[in-house]
């Protein structure tokens, strides 16, 4: 039986850490204890959906400055460091990945996630939500205007804090095909003291992670520009958690 849909290929997984890495101490619970099992055909729902061509995405999804704006007194701006975060989506030949669905989320300027979860001191900006989304472009492109989220504890060891990052989802041309990742900002003296990248042992596949100050795209007295390109396959691929 034939598909109108084209095959997916097999990741190279020699590039991804060992699953079970204790120094990075979630992984020693969600590590898998048995053989993965492979399934040799996806279905049609899997293959072909869903299609984002029609998704309509509001005046401000992108936009983390603005939506999730309070109302009343608390009204106003997010707290930090204002920030455009853009790149462009392209496959293993450089090709642009047009119309695919690229949602970020991130905790807020100190360091806080809206989540219940979270259980770190700083406090909740009341205009921040934290959570974006965005369809690329003709040429792959996206774009976020936000803030630059701060650094945290979290209960891994001692003194452990993660970098500044941005979890970044690109959904592509299906549901199968959806990969995520985190973006690190240039020049953040915490990104190799962190137990999460410091599973990944090949310095190249950091360097996929981190985005690069662009000062051509900064607004002067507004915001600074990070670059970050999303590679979804091939030598040059970003790094994608699995």
């Known amino acids: 039986m034939s598909h109108k849909y084209p095959s997916f290929l097999s990741r190279d997984r020699t590039w991804q ?11 020693v619970a969600r590590s898998p204890r048995q053989a993965l099992i492979s399934l040799q055909r996806a279905s049609d729902s899997e293959r072909s959906g869903p299609v984002f061509d029609g998704l309509e995405i509001g005046q401000y999804d992108n936009d983390l400055l603005m939506n999730f ?4 007194e608390q009204a106003g701006l997010p707290i930090g460091e204002r920030i455009l975060m853009h790149g462009q989506v392209i496959d293993q030949f450089g090709k642009p990945v047009p119309n695919t669905l690229v949602e970020m989320w991130q905790a807020n300027a100190g360091g806080k996630y809206r989540h219940k979860k979270d259980g770190y001191l700083a406090p909740l900006d009341p205009n921040f939500g934290g959570v974006g989304r965005c369809i690329t472009d003709a040429e792959g492109r996206y774009r976020f205007r936000t803030v630059r989220p701060g650094p945290y504890p979290w209960p891994n060891g001692v003194n452990t ?3 500044a990052h941005i979890h970044v989802s690109v959904m ?17 003296p915490l990104i190799p ?14 360097e996929t992670m981190i985005a690069r100050l662009d000062m051509t795209r900064s607004k002067p007295m507004d915001c600074l520009a990070y670059r970050f390109d999303i590679v979804v396959r091939g030598a040059l691929q970003t790094y994608f958690e699995e």
């Open 172 to 188: 592509g041309p299906s549901i199968s095909t959806r990969l995520i990742t985190q973006m690190y900002f240039e020049g953040d």
């Open 193 to 206: 003291l962190c137990p999460i990248v410091q599973v990944l042992k090949d310095p190249e596949a950091v």
């Open 69 to 72: 704006r309070a109302e009343g």
């Open 161 to 163: 804090w993660r970098p």
């Open 17 to 27: 850490p060992e699953p079970y890495t204790p120094g990075y101490k979630t992984s």
